[in-house]
């Protein structure tokens, strides 16, 4: 069955400076993979997804994320986090019944 | 834009209890889902909707039944609510069913004590 392993449970990063999470997946064939963000009280929304093509995939918010096969990974990146990035981060695959199955996530908090 | 509405936000049930959780999506989507969202197990899908008329189990669809009134409502039915129910609920819709973009509600925070 297709996973998603999110390692970093949580991860503080200080205002300005750069972000990297990890999202590493099970899956044979080519995936079709996401990256949702959380904000506290609030339902998700898409950052960004990845189909095929281009392996760095732009999103918004400035976010962007690298496909990886050798590594079976799609890392999320930010140059530089505001404040308001503190939120909770998913990584999501599509299955084989052609549903999205999320990692655990990654809690992210913005120091000042 | 309202986009998915989901009610009650908050509720608190006895063990036992039923109650139906609402969603709702005015943006004609096709399919909708139920999560749950439970620390460190990210969202779990409970059931889903591919169209009107449809419904088909998730992950963790135990103790839990749907009801796809219509294209806009996809309900989710607790029958005889248990503590292991305690959990964040979100309803989705998307377009159609295979690697669209899910737009979220705002979720239901459930207790069952």
Redesign the interface.
């Known amino acids: 069955a297709q996973s998603?392993t999110q390692p970093d449970?949580h991860i503080t990063v200080s205002e300005g400076a750069s972000l990297e999470l990890r999202c590493n997946y099970s899956y044979g064939a080519t995936p079709?993979l996401f990256w949702?963000v959380q904000s506290p009280?609030?339902?998700?929304?898409?950052l960004l997804?990845y189909?095929s093509g281009d392996t760095l995939v732009q999103g918004i918010k400035g976010f962007e994320a690298e496909f990886k096969r050798s590594q079976s990974s799609f890392n999320l990146r930010k140059p530089s986090v505001h404040w308001s990035d503190a939120a909770e981060y998913?990584c999501a695959v599509?299955n084989n019944d052609?549903?999205?199955?999320?990692?655990?996530?990654t809690t992210v908090t913005v120091r000042a | 834009n309202a986009g998915?509405t989901q009610t009650p936000k908050f509720q608190v049930l006895k063990t036992g209890q039923s109650m139906t959780l609402q969603c709702a999506q005015d943006m004609n989507h096709n399919s909708m889902?139920w999560y749950r969202q439970d620390p460190?197990?990210?969202?779990?899908?409970i059931y889903?909707s591919a169209s009107e008329g449809t419904t088909d189990k998730?992950e963790v669809p135990n103790g839990y039944n749907v009801s796809r009134l219509n294209k806009r409502e996809f309900s989710l039915r607790l029958e005889s609510a248990a503590p292991s129910q305690t959990s964040v609920y979100?309803c989705?819709s998307s377009e159609k069913?295979?690697?669209e973009?899910?737009f979220?509600?705002?979720?239901t925070q459930l207790s069952v004590l």
Do not use: P, T
């Not at chain 1, 009280?41 to 898409?46: A, E, F, M, V």
């Not at chain 2, 979220?104 to 979720?107: L, V």
């Open positions: 998603v449970i079709y949702y009280g609030q339902g998700l929304q898409l997804k189909f998913f599509i052609y549903k999205l199955s999320f990692g655990a996530g | 998915v889902y460190g197990m990210g969202l779990r899908l889903y998730g979100f989705a069913l295979i690697g973009k899910l979220f509600g705002s979720g």
